[in-house]
């Protein structure tokens, strides 16, 4: 049987076991709900060829541990203008971007309600303005996501609104530029994705045990809860009449932005469910992104370094 810590509150189970002669209950097992109800993996699609997702978070533009070269090496990557003729091929055959929050490093210490100076005004714009340009080429290539996350200059309680357009003057301009919400549900070619910017497995870790961050997120899908902590020790809004956070369809693909290293893991359900767990490195820590192949549901880590290219 599961040991206590295993479960946070707001985890809805059920109890199998027996009274005692002192009426005390013993718990013999703890029953729950399991993966949900999956759709068919591309349904209504024949995908013969491989396509590809990046999933690609913690950028932190702005932030001391923030690499400019390394960011544009990645935005050449993706369009095509880097690399040899196979990973040319291959990045000709990503469809789309998500990046998984944590975009930009906001200079906190200026948000005191005070006037600000130019130079001020200046300092707290520039990342801003140095993301606009990275993803204004990304956008003139191919369709991505930005989702808002837990430092990125937007509401605190889940779910996080999308990052308003007026921050990105350049990339908003093309239809192929997506501010979404935090979590955030999509399809590509009947391939199901769901994810979020890091915030309810961080809150998970604190409250509960697990040998690997793939262990809690795979428990979210059982107790078929995104956040189960919130509102309790994780910030969300209060709704009356829904809970947005219940996991009504089992996802193809579930990622988690944000984490301190890559891992990767594929869940089988007892129904025949099949789900692809990432976790996503902060790319600002690690240089690195993550591809999924949306045909195989395989995945890599893709790792870009300027150590050869400086000094």
Not at 79 to 107: K, M, W
Not at 145 to 152: L, R, S, T
Not at 198 to 225: C, P, V
Request: some cysteine; overall charge negative.
């Amino acid at each position: 049987m599961p040991s206590p810590s295993t479960y946070v509150t707001g985890v809805v189970v059920a109890l199998h076991g027996k009274e005692s002669s002192d009426g005390d209950f013993y718990v013999q097992s703890i029953l729950e709900a399991g993966l949900s109800p999956q759709r068919p993996l591309h349904s209504g699609y024949n995908l013969k060829d491989n396509k590809y997702i990046v999933l690609v978070s913690g950028l932190m533009v702005g932030s001391g541990q923030s690499n400019p070269l390394q960011l544009q090496l990645l935005v050449d990557y993706l369009t095509g203008h880097s690399g040899d003729e196979q990973e040319q091929s291959l990045a000709a055959q990503i469809v789309r971007v998500i990046i998984a929050g944590d975009s930009v490093d906001i200079q906190r210490s200026l948000l005191s309600g005070q006037p600000l100076g130019l130079k001020d005004q200046a300092r707290l714009t520039e990342p801003i303005k140095e993301l606009d340009l990275a993803l204004t080429q990304l956008a003139a290539a191919m369709p991505f996501d930005i989702m808002a996350g837990p430092n990125d200059p937007a509401n605190f309680s889940l779910p996080q609104q999308p990052l308003h357009k007026c921050l990105f003057s350049g990339a908003s301009t093309y239809n192929t530029f997506v501010s979404a919400t935090n979590p955030h549900q999509f399809e590509v070619d009947g391939v199901c994705f769901l994810g979020t910017s890091g915030q309810n497995i961080h809150d998970l870790e604190k409250y509960s045990d697990a040998k690997e961050k793939l262990d809690f997120m795979e428990r979210t899908l059982k107790w078929r809860h995104l956040a189960p902590t919130s509102p309790d020790t994780l910030g969300c809004y209060p709704f009356t009449d829904r809970d947005p956070f219940v996991i009504d369809d089992c996802p193809h693909v579930y990622f988690c932005g944000n984490q301190k290293k890559y891992a990767s893991r594929l869940l089988k359900g007892s129904e025949g469910q099949v789900v692809r767990l990432v976790c996503i490195p902060r790319f600002c820590e690690t240089g690195s992104a993550v591809v999924v192949n949306i045909r195989t549901l395989e995945c890599h880590l893709l790792t870009l370094s300027t150590s050869s290219l400086v000094g």
